[in-house]
């Protein structure tokens, strides 16, 4: 049975050239092989003043055996009476593709039950889910009432460290992707269950998950416990060891920390499909924030792509989250070796622009480096988008995990 809704599509790519170059056709779209060529034809032939028997040459030049004809194509091209509809078309001829791929993988997937395959079947449904929603057209009127919400001060922000919000506008806010980069050890974990333990205590109905890709859960609770009950995380590394003073302070921090919003997420979430999944499952626009330590650890589905270019699509689609979601996500990356040769050792944005596209996605980038002093870390707010750039100095109490802003310097 021909699906007529790609006849429109091609119909109204032979009508305008300009469709081809305003809206994303692509021609693995069409299930029609015919179909598809006349697609890929004036794919090719994008930005010039085609006409039909450009197309036509065009279509038998990529394929000499191509049976059409120039008349046909005539033919072809007036049967679509409503081309002023055609994003309309091509949006249902994507959601046809995305389905009748899903089908063919997850017969391909009983079969060959095997981990790639199961990576392109959650893209899909994660494609498919996002072509559910419907799209902003343009307008102004569209954003007057959210506009007039900030006129009137009722944007829900989340708040971290009063020091750190005045540069963040007041807070953290949906849409928003903070990229924290430093060299090892300098207190990148530390300060973002720092900064969750901040968002939990300072905003009603907010909810945060911690990725680790680094360590396990265990790991990660023992930093948290160590820094509420305020013992040293050496000692809950052998908790057998430890006094009956200490492992009763350890289980009521557990309680409590037990009862809070807050999950957290070991070494077994590595993909970036299962990051995201997770974070659609809790997210809440504007009541929710992700911590992914760190980003150079996600894998992405395709194993093809070096380093650099994973790294790329991680953060652009971590970004693309944040905007679909309205939320913030903390995206921790650790900086190259580099900064060691120089004689301050700080890290400055090249630094992550040498990483891939951290900088270029990031609304907010975060740079550490070490203070003068042993227990100093000296945060500098790069690049803001929103709002102003700065230091802001944190003290780093290492065997209590407890990183906070260092008062004695801060002056507001």
Request: proline share 2%; charged share 30%; glycine share 6%.
């Amino acid at each position: 049975m021909e699906n007529n809704n790609e006849l429109l599509v091609v119909s109204a790519l032979l009508q305008d050239k300009n469709i081809i170059q305003d809206l994303e056709v692509n021609p693995d779209w069409f299930e029609n092989q015919g179909f598809r060529e006349i697609a890929y034809a004036i794919n090719l032939l994008k930005g010039q003043d085609y006409r039909i028997k450009d197309v036509y040459n065009k279509v038998k030049t990529e394929n000499y055996f191509y049976k059409g004809s120039e008349d046909e194509l005539i033919m072809l091209r007036d049967m679509n009476k409503h081309p002023e509809i055609i994003d309309q078309q091509i949006h249902f001829l994507e959601v046809d593709y995305v389905d009748r791929e899903l089908q063919r993988l997850t017969g391909q997937f009983q079969t060959q039950p095997k981990d790639s395959i199961a990576e392109q079947i959650q893209n899909l449904l994660e494609r498919r889910e996002s072509l559910k929603k419907s799209k902003d057209n343009g307008t102004l009127s569209s954003s007057y009432e959210e506009f007039k919400e900030r006129l009137e001060g009722n944007v829900e922000l989340i708040s971290t460290w009063k020091a750190l919000d005045q540069f963040f506008g007041g807070g953290l806010s949906g849409g928003q992707l903070v990229v924290v980069g430093a060299r090892p050890a300098v207190g990148k974990t530390a300060m973002g269950l720092n900064m969750a333990d901040q968002i939990l205590k300072s905003n009603e109905d907010c909810a945060t998950d911690f990725f680790s890709l680094e360590m396990d859960k265990l790991q990660v609770v023992n930093r948290l416990i160590a820094k509420k009950a305020r013992i040293n995380s050496m000692l809950l590394r052998n908790p057998a060891k430890l006094s009956d003073e200490n492992r009763n302070k350890a289980n009521e921090t557990y309680k409590v920390l037990a009862k809070r919003d807050m999950r957290v997420f070991g070494s077994d979430y590595g993909s970036l499909n299962d990051i995201k999944l997770q974070i659609r499952k809790r997210a809440t626009p504007n009541k929710y924030v992700a911590f992914i330590d760190y980003a150079g650890l996600i894998n992405v589905a395709d194993s093809r792509k070096n380093e650099r270019q994973a790294l790329n699509e991680v953060t652009r689609e971590l970004k693309l989250l944040t905007n679909e979601l309205q939320i913030a996500i903390v995206l921790f990356a650790q900086l190259n070796r580099g900064i060691e040769g120089r004689q301050d050792k700080k890290p400055t944005l090249a630094d992550l622009k040498e990483s891939g596209s951290l900088e270029q996605d990031a609304n907010v980038a975060l740079l550490l480096s070490q203070g003068e002093q042993e227990n100093e870390v000296v945060c500098n707010i790069a690049k803001n988008r929103e709002g102003n750039v700065g230091l802001v100095p944190f003290k780093f109490n290492k065997p209590f995990m407890d990183f906070d802003v260092d008062f004695d310097k801060w002056r507001g």
